[in-house]
């Protein structure tokens, strides 16, 4: 399943689309840092896909964990995760 998640960018310089999968077999917490104009935190299942708006220059932190308490494991660049046209 794709999910999509609409923000507000109202005042967005440079716009772009991201794509991110849960590639583990944990469930995962993604959240958008250095965005600006919105921001984003998720639940990710495993194998799920995610499409979503963001800034080239914003940071996607990727959190999991067990126990109830949540690591953060990877940051990835939004540069690195956009689609293609």
Same mark, same amino acid.
């Not at 917490?29 to 965005?35: A, K, L, Q």
């Given at each position: 399943?794709?999910? *999509?998640?609409? &923000?507000? /960018?109202?005042?967005?310089?440079?716009? +772009? /689309?991201?794509?991110? &999968?849960? *590639?583990?077999?944990?469930?995962? #917490? #993604?959240?958008?840092?250095?965005?600006?104009?919105?921001?984003?935190?998720?639940? +990710?299942?495993?194998?799920?896909?995610?499409?979503? +708006?963001?800034?080239?220059?914003?940071? =996607?932190?990727?959190? &999991?964990?067990?126990?109830?308490?949540? #690591? /953060?494991?990877?940051? #990835?660049?939004?540069?690195?995760? =956009? +689609?293609?046209?």
């Amino acid at each position: 399943m794709i999910e *999509t998640c609409e &923000t507000s /960018l109202v005042n967005a310089t440079e716009e +772009v /689309l991201c794509f991110y &999968t849960n *590639t583990t077999t944990e469930i995962q #917490i #993604i959240r958008i840092e250095n965005n600006s104009n919105s921001k984003l935190e998720r639940i +990710v299942f495993p194998s799920e896909k995610l499409l979503f +708006v963001g800034q080239p220059k914003a940071q =996607l932190e990727i959190y &999991t964990g067990s126990n109830g308490k949540a #690591i /953060l494991s990877d940051i #990835i660049s939004c540069a690195n995760l =956009l +689609v293609e046209k």
